[in-house]
């Protein structure tokens, strides 16, 4: 069975910095692009960054580029989002997704909130 969990979100001051994870398994996460998406209250999901299956290529949605880092410990069956300079508008469900773009399958997904 495919799972995705993802952890590490909370609430933040504007500025702040959060690390979200995706611990998955039921499939050979070495092999698959990973992704992460988001949905802020009231609006669809939106893509926000992939990385491939070896971890060397990484892209990034405009409204999140220089701030977050996608990474990925094949080792650990593990996902990361590295977040800094949160702003308001990053409030949101994130998820990660397994594959390109919105993925296959994606977890529960944790809440990041960014408030003053």
């Known amino acids: 069975e495919v799972q995705l969990v993802e952890s590490g979100g909370g609430m933040v001051q504007p500025g702040g910095s959060l690390r979200l994870s995706c611990a998955v398994s039921g499939f050979t996460f070495s092999s698959f692009h990973m992704s992460w998406v988001r949905q802020a209250p009231g609006k669809g999901l939106e893509w926000v960054s992939r990385i491939s299956s070896a971890g060397g290529t990484t892209s990034y949605a405009d409204s999140v580029k220089g701030r977050f880092t996608i990474s990925r410990d094949n080792a650990k069956n593990t996902l990361y989002l590295q977040m800094t300079s949160l702003k308001p508008e990053d409030t949101a469900l994130y998820y990660c997704?397994?594959?390109w773009g919105l993925g296959d399958y994606r977890g529960q997904g944790t809440q990041v909130t960014v408030s003053s």
């Open positions: 997704a397994r594959g």
